[in-house]
């Protein structure tokens, strides 16, 4: 009977077929997968609900906007980079691109110019070591944002490579110049995102410096325990750049599956509840770095819980816990005070959702 209740909601979970919130939709169902796991086999804890193409591309449609416009204004806002409004928001819309979905290319163009302008106002600083406000974060974030943006290597990448090279040489890792959690902290994060712009921008002159950088990071990277969620998406996010063996990624894997909640979501901490920028960064890694199908039981999970908890404006939303350290701006995006936090967690909803898609050709509009 329980298991009849199930499938009732798996044909009608739709967003108001039960004449209820998205939110309230999700706990049913949540409730409804615990109810349905069958005595005789305590290790079943998940019964997976169907997603269609069309839920999805619609979701990710819904997403577009805001994130476009959060991208754009934010930038006419602040002179500097931000990894929140310009390196998610452009990492989630070029690949939404590539699954057939129009996209803004003149915003996404300016974007990737204000990330390298950014960057070029402090190239004299890289040359140097010394870097620029975010250290590590900002520069690993803004060279990410101009790999999906196809740039070129040229004298300020270089410039931001030396840097990550000699930048905390005497340390086996980079860390994160700040404790902003979830999106800055993670010294996992940090040696992810130097870790892949070295192997992305470096030249065949700095090879030996990456080298001497990436292989006690990767004996790290494969040693240390994760603490919390961004720690274990951002450990199997690395795995690929230091050449681990399958076993290692699959552990990865487990571990990551091990926690999904019964909601399909994953949350920052074990004693939080599920949340877009969690589920959104996890279901990420499981397909980028875990190789997980689109189909996989996890992965549909996961989807569902957020189709189910995207808000009408097409956005996710998700406090904040870190203490502002800049004067408070509006970016463009809603949500007040969370903007910054949810416009990062709504690409990495829209990012998730679109890798789960088969990518298309587009022909650019003229």
Same mark, same amino acid.
């Given at each position: %009977? +329980?298991?009849?209740?199930?499938?009732?909601?798996?044909?009608?979970?739709?967003?108001?077929?039960l @004449?209820?919130?998205?939110?309230?939709?999700?706990?049913?169902?949540?409730?409804?997968?615990?109810?349905?796991? =069958?005595? #005789?086999?305590?290790e079943?804890? #998940?019964?997976?609900? #169907?997603?269609?193409?069309?839920e999805?591309?619609?979701?990710? /449609?819904?997403?577009?906007?805001?994130?476009? *416009?959060?991208?754009?204004?934010?930038a006419? $806002?602040r002179?500097?980079f931000?990894c929140?409004? *310009?390196?998610?928001? %452009?990492?989630?819309?070029?690949?939404a691109?590539?699954? @057939?979905?129009?996209?803004? &290319?003149?915003?996404?163009?300016?974007?990737?110019?204000?990330?390298?302008?950014?960057? =070029?106002?402090?190239?004299?600083d890289?040359?140097?070591?010394?870097?620029?406000? @975010? &250290? !590590? %974060?900002?520069?690993g974030?803004a060279?990410?944002?101009?790999?999906?943006g196809?740039?070129?290597?040229?004298?300020?990448?270089?410039? !931001?490579?030396?840097?990550?090279?000699?930048? /905390?040489?005497?340390?086996?890792?980079?860390?994160?110049?700040? *404790?902003r959690?979830p999106?800055?902290?993670?010294?996992?994060?940090?040696?992810?995102?130097?870790?892949?712009?070295?192997?992305?921008?470096g030249?065949?002159?700095?090879?030996?410096?990456?080298?001497? +950088?990436?292989?006690?990071?990767?004996?790290?990277?494969? $040693?240390?325990?994760?603490?919390?969620?961004?720690?274990?998406?951002f450990q199997?996010?690395?795995?690929?750049?230091?050449?681990?063996?399958?076993?290692?990624?699959?552990?990865?894997?487990?571990?990551?599956?091990?926690?999904?909640?019964?909601?399909?979501?994953?949350? *920052?901490?074990?004693?939080?509840?599920?949340?877009?920028? #969690?589920?959104?960064?996890?279901?990420?890694?499981? &397909?980028?770095?875990?190789?997980?199908?689109?189909d996989?039981?996890?992965?549909?999970?996961?989807? +569902?819980?957020?189709?189910?908890?995207?808000? $009408?404006?097409?956005?996710? +939303?998700?406090?904040?816990?870190?203490?502002?350290?800049?004067?408070?701006?509006?970016?463009?995006?809603?949500? @007040?005070?969370?903007?910054?936090?949810?416009?990062?967690?709504?690409?990495?909803?829209?990012?998730?959702?679109?890798?789960?898609?088969?990518?298309?050709?587009?022909?650019?509009?003229?």
């Open positions: %009977m +329980r298991k009849k209740v199930l499938l009732h909601l798996q044909k009608n979970a739709r967003r108001d077929s @004449g209820c919130s998205p939110m309230l939709l999700s706990i049913i169902i949540a409730c409804c997968r615990i109810l349905a796991v =069958d005595e #005789s086999a305590p079943q804890t #998940s019964v997976s609900i #169907s997603v269609s193409e069309d999805t591309r619609t979701a990710i /449609q819904r997403a577009i906007p805001s994130l476009q *416009q959060g991208a754009a204004v934010s006419n $806002e002179k500097c931000t929140h409004s *310009q390196a998610m928001p %452009m990492i989630a819309l070029t690949e691109a590539k699954r @057939g979905f129009v996209v803004d &290319q003149e915003n996404i163009q300016q974007q990737i110019q204000h990330t390298w302008d950014h960057l =070029d106002n402090g190239k004299t890289y040359q140097a070591g010394k870097g620029q406000g @975010g &250290q !590590v %974060m900002t520069a974030y060279m990410w944002t101009l790999e999906v196809d740039w070129k290597s040229d004298e300020t990448t270089n410039a !931001v490579i030396h840097y990550l090279v000699e930048y /905390q040489h005497d340390r086996n890792r980079w860390l994160s110049s700040s *404790q959690l999106s800055m902290g993670s010294p996992f994060t940090a040696t992810y995102v130097a870790l892949r712009a070295m192997s992305y921008f030249t065949d002159e700095q090879k030996s410096g990456i080298t001497a +950088r990436r292989d006690p990071a990767a004996k790290w990277v494969l $040693e240390t325990e994760p603490i919390d969620t961004e720690d274990h998406v199997l996010r690395t795995l690929p750049y230091i050449d681990a063996s399958d076993d290692v990624r699959t552990k990865a894997v487990d571990a990551l599956l091990a926690k999904q909640r019964a909601d399909g979501g994953w949350s *920052q901490t074990d004693d939080m509840t599920s949340d877009a920028y #969690s589920s959104g960064s996890v279901l990420t890694a499981l &397909q980028e770095a875990g190789n997980l199908p689109g996989h039981s996890a992965i549909v999970d996961g989807c +569902r819980y957020l189709i189910d908890s995207q808000l $009408e404006d097409g956005t996710w +939303r998700v406090g904040t816990h870190a203490k502002p350290i800049q004067t408070y701006y509006e970016s463009g995006f809603p949500h @007040g005070k969370d903007q910054f936090i949810s416009i990062a967690a709504t690409a990495w909803a829209t990012l998730a959702l679109a890798e789960t898609l088969p990518e298309t050709k587009v022909e650019p509009r003229p």
